[in-house]
């Protein structure tokens, strides 16, 4: 379980699929011409109005969303904010309702109460509490 005192970005986003509202990490698209850590830069740019350089973005692992199914690549990022960059968090998706900094004890309680239930956000929980756990500097 990650320490009391981090807090974590978490974004409403409507998703059409599911025709409901969903608690998510933010999250998006690559483009051809970017790496794992431009596409989270820019994303989180995007999607949460906060800038922020690269030595400040760290790819914990790939994942793939459905092996079966799917030939993709899933970056986790870890992205460590100033108290400055979290407080300039200005959403701009139209998608977005909003976003909030939630601790780490409520994520764990939203992901039992089965508020979060979006496939990736949840994995991405257990690769950064994995790290966490087992001291590799998540």
């Known amino acids: 379980?990650?320490?009391?005192?981090?807090?974590?970005?978490?974004?409403?986003?409507w998703r059409v699929s599911?025709?409901?509202w969903a608690w998510e990490f933010p999250r998006g698209m690559g483009a051809d011409d970017e790496d794992s850590r431009d596409t989270a830069i820019r994303e989180l740019s995007e999607e949460a109005g906060i800038t922020v350089s690269r030595d400040q973005v760290k790819i914990l692992q790939?994942?793939?969303?459905?092996?079966?199914?799917?030939?993709?690549?899933?970056?986790?990022a870890r992205v460590l904010l100033s108290e400055e960059d979290s407080q300039a968090c200005n959403p701009t998706d139209w998608e977005l309702s909003n976003?909030?900094?939630?601790?780490?004890?409520?994520?764990?309680q939203m992901i039992a109460g089965g508020e979060i239930t979006d496939g990736i956000t949840?994995?991405?929980?257990?690769?950064y509490c994995a790290h966490f756990l087992f001291g590799t500097n998540a």
């Open 1 to 13: 379980m990650p320490d009391g005192t981090s807090a974590f970005l978490l974004a409403r986003h």
């Open 18 to 20: 599911t025709r409901q």
């Open 62 to 76: 790939h994942i793939h969303a459905d092996t079966g199914v799917l030939r993709d690549d899933i970056a986790v």
């Open 99 to 108: 976003s909030r900094y939630i601790p780490a004890s409520t994520v764990c």
């Open 122 to 127: 949840l994995a991405a929980w257990s690769v």
